[in-house]
Each structure stands twice: as structure tokens, then as C-alpha cells.
């Protein structure tokens, strides 16, 4: 069997030196270990699970046929030997898809999750559970196939031109998961009274009633796992450079095509099994690499095994630590608090191909008269202010409202609309200011992880102290979006802030900080909710309070930024050309970079921590002609006030009685910006 030459050396580099093969003649000893080790603790934890229902000695009777009339032998027999096996079965078939997937897009970090498979696939079921439910009658997996297939095209769309490499793949992946995402919580908070079934289910929660589900995904999973095996060495050969399979006789594309089936077909039956189960797949397949697996046939052998001992494992250890409410704790949001660090760990050390220092920017036009624009964007921002307190849908219809019909009214509105309008001032000033400090376009709060961590923070406060008040939110939001932004740049720092690079890490701490709201969320806990409410970015809850202090940080940071300007115009010349000029480069990036995490903090707490704002003000900033740091700034700041006060006045009367969030408003417009944006560059 041909090894899998180029792929090999180039996948198995780390950032100046080798994995470490942990290999004994050609059997990947270090892999086969750890698998052992992790089936060893799986199997110590299930025997203590196991202890606590059932007497030992009624074991093997619960199995092969329990007493009816003995409830304990019926939990194990129908709800815990179940719950075993699917959690085996799918950990195996995870680790299966992401090995091939890595193989066929050549790209060490592909799995089910990265890519935006196991996305797509809960999206589809999502949207036919709650909104046409006799889709599911033709099988639930044909429509998370439907699902999977049309988010990994996007991903295609979106990284074709970079020639699928490595990096586009990926960020591209993850963000459709991220707006995947997005859509999903808007239906939830349409159909909210689905919230915690779904969320449950979504999350990979892999409690069981029967055996139903477990012969259900035997014959699907064999069957794919037959297919890949038959194309084991046409696979194999995938791995070398396109030339040098063509002339061994290989048909790529057909080869390539079928590969992806089979590992998309694998994702689908298990998200309609049991939900996501976050990056086992990833986990999997890279821990088989490191261990030794350098052959694509023992890959294809061990990354199954470590997924199948992962994931029943990870799934034992919720039970044991949650005990009778383990079905309510999702084990695939466990695995997804434990899949993101791995990525951020692979992060910086896998040579993922040459990357150019910054992205290119685009030749946009240059305005002589700055004050024209300013003034365009400033006016419509007031006619939209003056449309979302006055207008909009009542008992009888559309109306304007003046005078005594507005008065009411307007104790309503003002508050929201007004931290609307500094929220999004904030953010477009926050993701200016990071795009011109990493000389890269595509930097924003959101996209880095800021927003992230401000919610982290917010979170942290909100679940530690009995009664967090709006400054002590603030504070710790604060502290979070700082710590979230050193962690991403300390990640990517041996790259010399790669742009794609600093945009991966970025949207990783994003999915973990996704993990731990999923974690949260499903424990039932009440503050979970009002942490779900403001995840969305509803302003639904703006008081008078909250909208002067927001106006107020607002106005106070906003005044500051002027000091900033004359750095913010030099710094895009890099650090080398500034450092000549008598600036103190790292002194001036820090408190930059606590200004950028004092502002996302602000803004985080009213609209959520995913709105793109922050990457689509600046840009619609640049593409008026607004070029120099002060025009662009000032533009940029109108620009995202604009958006998010159109944000919120959709939000509310688009559905009216109902109303979406303007955050989640804002995210839907974004993320197809955001998508451009990566296909443009």
C-alpha cells in the first residue's frame, strides 16, 4: 500500500520540527496506547456507572434478558447498554469521517465540525422539526444529508478560489457553523416553545429509551464504512499532488467526490441520531496522526477506535458526574469544550502552507470631500431614528405616531433604540480600530473572539456573584474581552499574526465559548435563560437605567478615540515603519487593545456577542471613500449605529406581536457580508 508521500510531510510538520511518530517498525504504538488508556478509563467509569443502578451479579441477566418486573434491570437494558452503544458508534464513525475528509481536502484540521458538515446537518433538521415537519417522514437522514451537503458546498463557494487550501477551508467552515448557528437560535427564539428539547437534542445529547436508535445507525454506518474501505488505496493516492495521481491512473475527481459522500453520509446519521457531538471527529483523526498512524489504513483503523473510546468516555464521565440528570447534560457539548482547545492547540503548530502577511486590500476609490459622505450617512441615520421611535405596527395597522399617541409609546422605545445606536457606534469603532492595529480587513470583535470573551466574562459574573449589577457586568466584560484577545494574539504570535491565522483562532474560542452556553443552557438553571435572552442581543429589556449608562460609556470612550487617531493612521504601515517614527510599538498596540476591549465589553452587553458590526462598519466606511483614519472612523462609527438601529426597529415589527433580537437581526445580515468579504478576498 503506496503511504500518503506529500500529504504526510506536509500534514505531519509542526512549527520548525516533527510529530512525534510514536511508532514501533510500522505499528503506530503511540495511538494504539492511547486508545487503550482511553478505553481503560472508559470502561473503570462504566463499571462504577454500572454499580450504582445494578448488583453485579444481575448484570449479565439485564443484558441478555431482564426481569420485566425489575425496574433497575430495565433502566440498564433499555437506557444504559443503549446509551453505550451509540455513544461507541458514533465516536467511530465521527473519527472515520474526519480522517477521510482530511485525506480528501488534504487539510489536517478538516472534521465534520471545522467544515460546517455536522452545522448544516442540525440546521436542516432544526428548520424541518419546526417548520415542516412532514419532511421527516422521508427519513431523517436524507434531510441531514440535504443539510450537510448545501453547507459544505458553501464552504466549497467560499475557498475555491484559494484552491481549497488548508486555511480557507477551514475559517470558511467555521463560519457558516457560526451563522448556522445564528439561524438556528432565531428559529428558537421564534418557536420558543421547542427551546429546551432542542437545545438538548442539538447539543449531542445521547441518552437513550430503547435500542431503536442504535440498529437504526448500525447497518448506515457499516454500510459507509464498507464503501471507504473499498476505496482505501485510491484514497490513499489522493494524498499526493494532482499530478502525480493522475499519472498512477487515479480519477480524482470521482474518487474525491465519493470520499466526501461517505465521510458527509457518516456526519448526517449522526446528527440525526443524537445531535452534534462537537470535534470528536477533529480530536479523532488528529490524535491518530500524532500517535503514529502514518499510513492512511492505519489511520482509517485508529482514528474510529480513539473517536469510539473518546466519545464513550467523555459520555461515561457525564454520567458519572451528573448522576440521575446526566440525560440533561449533552455529552457533545462536553466534547466540544474539549475539542476547541485542541484546536487552538493545533493552531500554531501545523505548517499549514505559505501565508502572505496581511490580506490584500482591495484598490477602492478616494474621496476629496469626506464631509459630504459623513453627512449623507449622518442624515440617515437621524430619518431612521425619527422612523424607529414614530413608526410602526399597532392594533390598527401602521402608524406614525405624534403627541399624545406617542408619549407611551416613547418610554418604550427611546431606551432601546438609544443603546442600540451606542452599542453600534461602539462596536464599528472597535472593529475599525482592530482592522487598522492588524492590518487586517477582516478583523473584528466578533470574528476574534472579543465578543467571546466579553460574554465569557458577563457570564462568569452572572453565575458567581448573587447579584451582578450593570457595573459589575461591565467590569468583568471587560476583563473577558481583554483576556480573549491576549489569548488569540499569544496564539498566533509564531506566525507573525497571520491574518487567516489570527481569524481561525478567533472563531475557535468563539465555538468554545458556544460549548460552555450549550453546557449552561441545557443544566436548566433560571440565570441560563437570561443568558439566553441576552446571547440574542434583545434590547427587549432596555430601561431608562441601562440606556443612559450605556450612552454615557458610550460618549465618554467615543471622546477618547480622537488620541487614538494618529497611531491608528500609522500603524497599517507596520511595526518597523512606526518604530522609526518614535512610537513605542508595544506600548502603543496595548492600549489600543484596551480601548478595543473596553469598547466590545460596552457593546457586548446590550446586542450579544455575534453581530458583525464591527466588520461590516469599517468596510461599508472604506468603500464610501473614507481612506484616513479620522473620515473612517467617524463613518464607521454612523455606519454601525445605523445598522443596528435598523437592527433593532426590524427586529420588533417585522413579525410584529413577535419580535427577533436585534442582535440575531444583525448577525443574519452580517454573516452573508461576512461571507463576501472572505469570497472577495
Not at 476547541?340 to 476609490?365: F, I, K, N, Y
Not at 472579543?450 to 462568569?460: E, T
Request: hydrophobic letters at 60%.
Amino acid at each position: 500500500m503506496a503511504e500518503d508521500g506529500a500529504a504526510l510531510a506536509r500534514d505531519g510538520k509542526l512549527a520548525g520540527r516533527t510529530w512525534p511518530r510514536g511508532t514501533f517498525g510500522n505499528q503506530p504504538v503511540g495511538a494504539i496506547l492511547l486508545c487503550a488508556v482511553l478505553s481503560a478509563a472508559a470502561a473503570a467509569a462504566t463499571v462504577s456507572n454500572l454499580t450504582v443502578q445494578l448488583p453485579s451479579a444481575l448484570w449479565l441477566q439485564s443484558l441478555t434478558a431482564p426481569d420485566i418486573e425489575d425496574m433497575r434491570q430495565v433502566l440498564v437494558h433499555y437506557a444504559f447498554l443503549p446509551r453505550l452503544a451509540v455513544s461507541l458508534l458514533c465516536g467511530a464513525a465521527l473519527g472515520l469521517a474526519g480522517t477521510v475528509l482530511q485525506q480528501v481536502l488534504r487539510n489536517p484540521l478538516a472534521s465534520p465540525e471545522t467544515v460546517g458538515v455536522s452545522a448544516g446537518a442540525h440546521l436542516a433538521l432544526a428548520l424541518a422539526t419546526l417548520l415542516a415537519p412532514s419532511l421527516l417522514a422521508f427519513g431523517r437522514e436524507w434531510v441531514a444529508l440535504a443539510g450537510a451537503f448545501v453547507a459544505i458546498s458553501a464552504v466549497f463557494a467560499l475557498s475555491w478560489h484559494k484552491g481549497l487550501s488548508p486555511l480557507s477551508v477551514v475559517l470558511a467552515g467555521l463560519i457558516v457553523s457560526l451563522y448556522a448557528g445564528a439561524i438556528g437560535a432565531a428559529l428558537i427564539v421564534l418557536q420558543h416553545e421547542w427551546l429546551a428539547s432542542l437545545f438538548i437534542w442539538g447539543a449531542g445529547s445521547l441518552g437513550q429509551q430503547d435500542w431503536t436508535t442504535t440498529l437504526w445507525l448500525l447497518p448506515r454506518i457499516g454500510a459507509a464504512a464498507v464503501a471507504i474501505g473499498l476505496m482505501v488505496r485510491p484514497l490513499t493516492l489522493l494524498g499526493l499532488d494532482d499530478e502525480g495521481a493522475r499519472s498512477l491512473g487515479v480519477p480524482l475527481g470521482v474518487y474525491r467526490f465519493a470520499g466526501l459522500v461517505a465521510s458527509v453520509a457518516l456526519t448526517a446519521f449522526v446528527v440525526a441520531a443524537v445531535g452534534v457531538i462537537g470535534f470528536v471527529g477533529l480530536a479523532a483523526a488528529s490524535l491518530a496522526r500524532i500517535g503514529g498512524a502514518r499510513r492512511l489504513s492505519q489511520r482509517l483503523v485508529m482514528a474510529p477506535l480513539i473517536g469510539a473510546s473518546l466519545l464513550w468516555a467523555a459520555d461515561q464521565a457525564v454520567q458519572l458526574a451528573t448522576g440521575p440528570q446526566g440525560d440533561l447534560l449533552p455529552t457533545g457539548a462536553i466534547t466540544a469544550l474539549l475539542g476547541a482547545p485542541l484546536l487552538l492547540w493545533l493552531l500554531p503548530r501545523l505548517a499549514l502552507g505559505l501565508e502572505v502577511p496581511a490580506l490584500t486590500a482591495e484598490r477602492l476609490p478616494r474621496i476629496g470631500r469626506p464631509g459630504l459622505v459623513l453627512a449623507a450617512i449622518g442624515l440617515s441615520l437621524l430619518l431612521l431614528l425619527g422612523l424607529a421611535l414614530l413608526y410602526g405596527p399597532g392594533p390598527h395597522g401602521w402608524t406614525i405616531a405624534f403627541g399624545d399617541q406617542l408619549q407611551p409609546l416613547l418610554a418604550w422605545r427611546w431606551p432601546r433604540v438609544s443603546a442600540a445606536f451606542a452599542a453600534g457606534a461602539m462596536l464599528a469603532l472597535a472593529g475599525l480600530m482592530m482592522q487598522r492595529l492588524t492590518g487586517n480587513p477582516m478583523a473584528s470583535p466578533e470574528v476574534l473572539g472579543i465578543s467571546a470573551g466579553a460574554a465569557l466574562g458577563m457570564m462568569v459574573a452572572l453565575f458567581a456573584l448573587s447579584d451582578a449589577g450593570r457595573p459589575a457586568q461591565t467590569a468583568a466584560a471587560t476583563v473577558g474581552a481583554f483576556a480573549a484577545l491576549l489569548v488569540t494574539l499569544a496564539i498566533v504570535r509564531r506566525a507573525a499574526y497571520a491574518p487567516e491565522r489570527l481569524l481561525l483562532a478567533g472563531v475557535a474560542l468563539t465555538a468554545l465559548f458556544d460549548a460552555l452556553i450549550l453546557v449552561l443552557t441545557a443544566t436548566g438553571d433560571p440565570r441560563a435563560v437570561k443568558l439566553l435572552n441576552w446571547l440574542t442581543g434583545s434590547t427587549y429589556g432596555i430601561d431608562a437605567d441601562a440606556a443612559l449608562l450605556t450612552g454615557a460609556i458610550a460618549i465618554v470612550l467615543l471622546l477618547l478615540a480622537p488620541l487614538f487617531l494618529r497611531w491608528l493612521e500609522m500603524l497599517p504601515l507596520g511595526s518597523s515603519a512606526v518604530q522609526a517614527l518614535g512610537i513605542d510599538v508595544p506600548k502603543t498596540r496595548l492600549l489600543v487593545l484596551l480601548m478595543v476591549a473596553a469598547l466590545t465589553a460596552a457593546s457586548t452587553l446590550i446586542v450579544g456577542p455575534l453581530t458583525f458590526i464591527g466588520l461590516m462598519a469599517p468596510h461599508l466606511a472604506r468603500r464610501l471613500g473614507l481612506a484616513r483614519a479620522l473620515p473612517q472612523a467617524a463613518g464607521a462609527v454612523l455606519a454601525g449605529a445605523l445598522i443596528m438601529v435598523a437592527a433593532d426597529w426590524i427586529g420588533r415589527t417585522v413579525i410584529f406581536p413577535l419580535q427577533i433580537p436585534a442582535g440575531l437581526v444583525a448577525t443574519l445580515i452580517g454573516g452573508p457580508v461576512l461571507m463576501w468579504l472572505l469570497r472577495r478576498r
